[in-house]
Every structure is written in structure tokens, then in C-alpha cells.
């Protein structure tokens, strides 16, 4: 068994590069799969009904429901095709046009929203009801209840997801969803791999909150119709780049850690 020694902020930069190196690839996948939801989402975001009411329409609910599955789609499409050209020698170079959804690409998107999910509900729910549970019983509230209600929700939640987040991988290159091979894998570097996932993870957040800020200008300014296009279409671009940060990092932890079990197994 090989010594691995997961650094975090060596993985990290190492992702950071390796997507940046590949934007082209990316920008090739990604161009017109996003530029077909751009559009979906120019013609069927919800608007105020003719009557003048400031409420949702009937509809909105069911358009909003379309946007976001669509959305999901794409980014799993992308997502899966950025780990089979880092992992399993896809040429992004050979495709003018590229879509392909099937029944990977509809298992890693499920996937992934349940590990977001762990996410969501460890930031909040867990980590709300251990603040509630600790001022009543306790008495303790403040800073200190929230950094320790933080910590009983949180950590072990981003802990859960790094352990299991090589399953994303696997599928994607046609290994299966096999939780059980990713805790396996991971057995040890828990701790390494969330570390460098929120390192990853935190550009992406500050540029969604920069791309929300420009686009509300955008809107504000009332350009017209077709400037909040390509406004959404450039914003969906960005997220996706940022996400290929994250499917990296996967991908280096996949090759380095699955060589490795690779290694320990008796040669045929």
C-alpha cells in the first residue's frame, strides 16, 4: 500500500489548474446545451399576471419545476462528460455539438442532489435544532451556540458527502453507484478531502453571489429582452465552469485513491 498524503491546498490549486487548462473542452461540451436552457428560461421564467396581481401564476410553480430539473439535467451532462475526458479519454475535441443524456447522466444528477441535500439539511435543519436544543437545555446561545451547533450539524454532513462523493465519478465512467467502494476508498482521508472541497467550493460561492449582484443590475437597468438573455447565458456559463472546479477535484482524488486499492490487489 502506497503512502498517499492528500494536501488540500495542493489538490485544490491542482484542480484549479487542471480546469482551467481544459476551459476549452469545457466551453465546447457546455455551449449549447446551456444556450438551450438560456432561452428556456428567457421564455418561460413566471412574470405578474395580466390582471395586475403581484402574485406567482398558476403556472409558475409547474415553469420554475421545468427550469430547475432542465438546469439539473445540464449540469449532470456536463459534469459526467468532464469526468470521462479527465478519467476515461473522452475526446471533447471530436464534438461540434454535444448532448447526451441517459441513464448515467439521470443517476449522477440524482445522486448529487442527495448529497446536497446532506448538505442543506446539516447547515440548517440539524444545525437550527442543536442551537434551539442547546439554549432550552443549556442555557447556551450566541456565538459559542452557534459555532457549537455548527459543528454537531455541519462538519459531520460535509464529512458524510466527501466520504461518499466518489461515487460521482464512478458512475460517470460506468463503475456504478457504489457507496460502499467510496467509503472504502476514502477510509482515512475524510478529514483531507473536505477540506479541499470547500477550498474548491469556496470561488464558486463568491461568484454566484458576484453573478446575482451584476445580473440584478442588469435587470434593474431595464436593457430589453435580449441583453437578460445573454446576461443568464453568460451567468450559466460561469456556474458551469466553476462546477468543473469540483468535478476535478473528484477526479484527481478518484485516480489517486481507486490506483491505489488497484495497487493492493493480487495481479492475475
Known sequence: MRDIRIHPLHFA??????????????????WFPVLLVAVAVHLLTPGTPVTGDTGMPPDGVLRLAVLAVAGLMVQAMIAV???????????????RIYVRFGF??????????????????????????VAALLAATFGVSGPLGQ??????????????????????????????????????????????????LIL????????????IHL????????????????????????????MCFVVTALNLFFAELHRDKADEEPQA
Not at 23 to 28: E, G, K, P, Q, V
Not at 176 to 195: C, E, H, K
Request: hydrophobic content about 60%; some cysteine.
Open 13 to 30: 490549486f491542482g484542480a484549479f489548474r487542471k480546469t482551467w487548462a481544459g476551459i476549452d473542452s469545457i466551453l465546447r461540451l457546455s
Open 81 to 95: 462528460a468532464w469526468h470521462r475526458t479527465m478519467l476515461a479519454g473522452f475526446d471533447p475535441s471530436r464534438v
Open 104 to 129: 448515467r447522466e439521470f443517476l449522477y444528477g440524482i445522486i448529487a442532489v442527495f448529497l446536497a441535500i446532506i448538505v442543506f439539511m446539516g447547515l440548517y435543519v440539524v444545525t437550527g435544532m
Open 147 to 196: 459555532v457549537v451547533a455548527f459543528l454537531i450539524g455541519m462538519v459531520p454532513a460535509i464529512l458524510i458527502v466527501a466520504r461518499s462523493s466518489l461515487v460521482l465519478p464512478s458512475i460517470a465512467v460506468g463503475q456504478g453507484a457504489d457507496l460502499i467502494r467510496s467509503w472504502q476508498v476514502t477510509r482515512g482521508y475524510g478529514a483531507q478531502i473536505s477540506a479541499t
Open 200 to 211: 474548491v467550493c469556496l470561488p464558486l460561492v463568491v461568484v454566484s453571489i458576484v453573478l
Open 215 to 242: 445580473s440584478g443590475m442588469f435587470v434593474e437597468r431595464g436593457l430589453g429582452g435580449f441583453v437578460g438573455l445573454v446576461v443568464n447565458y453568460v451567468n450559466m456559463i460561469v456556474n458551469i465552469v466553476m
